[in-house]
């Protein structure tokens, strides 16, 4: 049993060897496939890797080359460029060259040429102290002395011309104050007459025979001192042919009365009762009148919101008349005018307008106010609630206040150019013949002048000068001259244009 034992015991024992040796065995073939799978997936990768360098290296070749290329080409353009600016410098160096060669050249002309004039300024410094000192031999009088005496004669005629030009100033003076005093004269005759007194004071009825100026007369003089009392003008019946006159130096009294006048003529019944009837009527007539062309002036121009006494008195210039000029119409050209200048300048047009409008409605009662009729006019304004840069514009446009707006300017300037522009003033044929032919005289009265003639009605002067007497500065200098003189010795209105003409012709005949 013990034996049995034993010998189980060894069977187990070799069992135990036999089975580690196969699990040995087993273990060492297992491992053999796993390092066999390990070595081809190493291999395989190896493989991948391998391909995939060799691709990265085509890759990077083919990029190198195409570099290398890139920068093979740059660099040959950048040669190319280098050799063309190489040749600009190259001919730029040649030309700089050639300057320095050439002004190497011109510094030596210039250095001759300084060097004789240094020569001759030399040889005339020789010469002027060789006369200096023959003149101081035959004068027997030394530099000093000739300054001296020289000095003293030049201080005797500047004293002389001085003591002149005093003169001259004082008499210009005078003159001017005499001017100024013709000129205020003349303003208070103006603003009840004017040179044109037929037009501006006087008007015409037509009788249909002499008989009826007995009828207007009447009987003991009863029916014309009727009349005169009540219209206010003057009757004057003369040996005028087929016509009475009457006389006043307000418009609309002279209308009214021209009025009835003609209304009796063709009625016939001359008696005081009638007379103050046709009167009454004319009167209404007349004032109908008024409004309706004061209406038509604002609504011509454009100038909405006037009040009524303004609108009448701008009606009663219809009927006054300026240097022939009728007063109304005038208004609305200036009126006008300005507005076209303050659109033009970019000023308000309508302040424009309406001081254009306005600024001679003063003329309308300057006869019945003391004062000229701008500041008239202006205080009219004032108190009816015109704006206060309209009335600047009345009071301003003939510089009695001061222009405080552009607008101002504006009606000043628009005024000269209604009443100076041709054939809106007529004047006399004697006052016309009279004022070209001083133009002309004074025009002929220049050196120089060969001929010349007045033009566009007195307005320009045209004149052509000897082009061997005098030069281009000399014309010029000539055309302010004859203005100054035209603007000092004639009174005119507007501005007159003075043109001179300096002509030079060469003739050259082909043989």
């Known amino acids: 049993m013990e034996n049995g034992i034993l010998f189980a015991l060894i069977g187990l024992l070799v069992g135990i060897f036999l089975g580690g040796i196969g699990l040995t065995f087993y273990q060492n073939s297992q491992g053999r496939n796993r390092r066999a799978l390990a070595d081809a997936e190493a291999k395989s990768i190896v493989d991948r890797a391998s391909l995939q360098a060799q691709q990265s290296m085509l890759k990077a070749e083919e990029k190198a080359k195409q570099v290398t290329d890139e920068a ?7 040669r190319r460029e280098l050799d063309r600016e190489d040749e600009r410098l190259q001919r730029r160096r040649e030309d700089l060259d050639k300057r320095m060669e050439r002004n190497e050249q011109r510094e030596q002309a210039l250095n001759k040429r300084q060097s004789a004039l240094d020569r001759q300024r030399a040889e005339l410094q020789q010469a002027e102290e060789e006369r200096n000192a023959e003149l101081q031999r035959i004068a027997q009088m030394t530099i000093d002395e000739a300054r001296n005496e020289l000095m003293q004669v030049a201080e005797k005629d500047a004293r002389n011309d001085m003591a002149r030009i005093i003169r001259q100033v004082e008499a210009e003076a005078r003159e001017e104050a005499d001017n100024r ?13 004017s040179e044109h007194v037929s037009e501006i004071a006087v008007s015409v009825v037509p009788l249909p025979n002499d008989e009826m100026k007995g009828r207007i007369i009447g009987r003991s003089g009863r029916n014309i001192r009727a009349f005169e009392l009540a219209t206010g003008v003057d009757v004057v019946v003369d040996d005028t042919p087929e016509a009475i006159t009457i006389s006043s130096f307000d418009p609309v009294r002279r209308e009214v009365a021209k009025r009835a006048m003609a209304k009796l003529v063709t009625d016939g019944r001359i008696h005081p009762a009638r007379i103050e009837k046709l009167v009454e009527d004319a009167r209404n007539e007349v004032d109908q009148i008024i409004r309706q062309e004061g209406e038509s002036a604002a609504y011509t121009t454009g100038i909405a919101g006037l009040h009524p006494e303004i609108l009448k008195l701008l009606g009663r210039l219809k009927f006054r008349y300026s240097y022939g000029q009728n007063m109304h119409a005038h208004a609305i050209e200036t009126a006008h005018i300005a507005g076209m200048i303050a659109a033009e300048l970019g000023a308000d047009v309508q302040i424009a307008k309406a001081g254009g409008l306005l600024h001679d409605i003063g003329k309308a009662i300057d006869h019945e106010v003391e004062g000229t009729h701008a500041l008239i006019g202006a205080e009219y304004c004032g108190r009816y609630g015109v704006q206060a840069r309209i009335i600047n514009c009345v009071a301003s446009h003939h510089h009695e206040v001061e222009q405080e707006c552009v607008e101002a300017y504006i009606v000043e300037a628009a005024d000269a150019i209604s009443g100076a522009r041709p054939g809106a003033r007529r004047e006399s044929l004697d006052a016309y013949v ?19 003639y007045a033009l566009q009605a007195g307005r320009e002067v045209r004149i052509i000068v000897k082009p061997e007497a005098m030069d281009d500065l000399g014309a010029l200098e000539l055309s302010r001259e004859i203005a100054r003189k035209i ?20 003739v050259e005949y082909a043989k």
């Open 181 to 193: 005093a013709r000129e205020v004269i003349a303003l208070a005759v103006q603003r009840l007459a």
């Open 72 to 78: 093979t080409e740059l660099a040959l353009r950048r």
């Open 487 to 506: 603007e000092e010795t004639m009174q005119y209105p507007g501005q007159i244009k003075v043109q001179v003409i300096r002509e030079t012709r060469a």
């Open 434 to 452: 009279r004022r070209v032919r001083t133009l002309e005289e004074i025009a002929n009265s220049f050196n120089g002048v060969e001929q010349s």
